[in-house]
């Protein structure tokens, strides 16, 4: 039983272990590749509709193509497992706060809702795509944000987790 207990914690751990270590530099290595570039609207904080598409004619046609496939084979995943990993330790350091469990999910809506609008712009490029293109900054913005409170909060928990064994371990010794 405890031998369960410890792989449903180890299980979002190695995933986006490996995601982050293994097929993230993989991934960003082929697109930048293919588009001649290292830039992306997935990592930028915050970008207008021109930026966008100024963006987008930089990467070609390949490139966009690229992008595209790899928002379509790649980017589905990568949400689902950070929202996974940042969820369930804020399950774990955050037990009395369950309202906090939202906030990953919020963070994987908002980047595929930002995949998607960008692909679409990407898609119908040289052709204007106006209302994507002015919502997609704003949406990449958002899930920016709350990416980085969702990681503060986690961040916040594991230490308030590992205070609170060292504590105990402390007092055990008095």
């Known amino acids: 039983m405890k031998l369960l207990f410890k792989l449903r914690h180890m299980v979002p751990t190695f995933f986006?272990?490996?995601f982050m270590?293994?097929?993230l530099p993989r991934e960003a290595a082929r697109l930048a590749?293919?588009?001649q570039m290292?830039?992306?609207p997935d990592t930028t904080f915050f970008y207008s509709r021109n930026e966008l598409y100024a963006l987008a004619e930089a990467y070609g046609e390949a490139g966009r193509q690229a992008y595209i496939e790899s928002r379509v084979r790649f980017d589905i995943l990568w949400p689902l497992v950070y929202g996974l990993f940042f969820w369930h330790l804020l399950y774990v350091t955050w037990p009395h706060h369950r309202r906090l469990l939202w906030l990953p999910w919020l963070a994987v809506a908002l980047d595929l809702l930002e995949n998607?609008?960008?692909s679409i712009v990407f898609l119908r490029f040289p052709a204007a795509t106006d209302?994507?293109?002015h919502v997609a900054g704003f949406v990449t913005a958002g899930k920016w944000v709350i990416i980085t409170?969702?990681?503060?909060?986690a961040l916040y928990g594991v230490l308030r987790f590992f205070v609170g064994i060292l504590q105990k371990r402390s007092a055990a010794d008095v």
Request: net charge positive; aromatic share 4%; with cysteine.
């Open 149 to 153: 409170i969702t990681a503060c909060l």
């Open 16 to 18: 986006m272990a490996a």
């Open 131 to 133: 209302p994507a293109a």
């Open 38 to 40: 290292s830039q992306s």
């Open 116 to 118: 998607s609008l960008v």
């Open 21 to 23: 270590g293994w097929v």
């Open 33 to 35: 590749s293919k588009a």
